[in-house]
């Protein structure tokens, strides 16, 4: 059973960058599909940017294709967002999610067996 912990979250400008980190424990993220979501105010949880188990294949979210990036180092066990170029439009909280051992990507929250607590990110002037 892995544990996440989500940090990396603030208050930015628009235009501004990010870098949010699901650090995992009890377990080897490289074992898993991991996938970033966000809930907005008022909105359903929604995939922003997952990735298969050996990063083989990855998904964006068409409104944030070309400012975000998911990436892992295994050898901190922690996957990581990228967000630059930040809008209004991306606040929310920010939930990563693992699902063991399935080589394509996840974009439905209902398969992901285990979550982060949420990492708030607002954008803002």
């Known amino acids: 059973q892995v544990q996440l912990v989500e940090s990396g979250g603030g208050l930015v400008q628009p235009g501004g960058s990010l870098r949010l980190s699901c650090a995992g424990s009890g377990d080897t993220l490289d074992g898993y599909a991991i996938g970033w979501f966000r809930q907005a105010p008022g909105r359903g949880r929604e995939p922003v940017a997952c990735?298969?188990?050996?990063?083989?294949?990855?998904y964006y979210a068409d409104s944030v294709k070309g400012r975000f990036a998911i990436s892992r180092d295994n050898a901190k066990n922690t996957v990581y967002l990228q967000m630059n170029t930040l809008e209004p439009e991306d606040t929310g909280v920010y939930y990563c999610?693992?699902?063991?051992?399935?080589?394509?990507?996840?974009?439905?929250?209902?398969?992901?067996?285990?979550w982060g607590q949420g990492t708030q990110v607002t954008v803002s002037s």
């Open positions: 999610g693992a699902t063991w051992g399935t080589n394509v990507v996840v974009t439905i929250g209902a398969e992901y067996d285990y």
């Open positions: 990735t298969s188990t050996d990063d083989s294949s990855r």
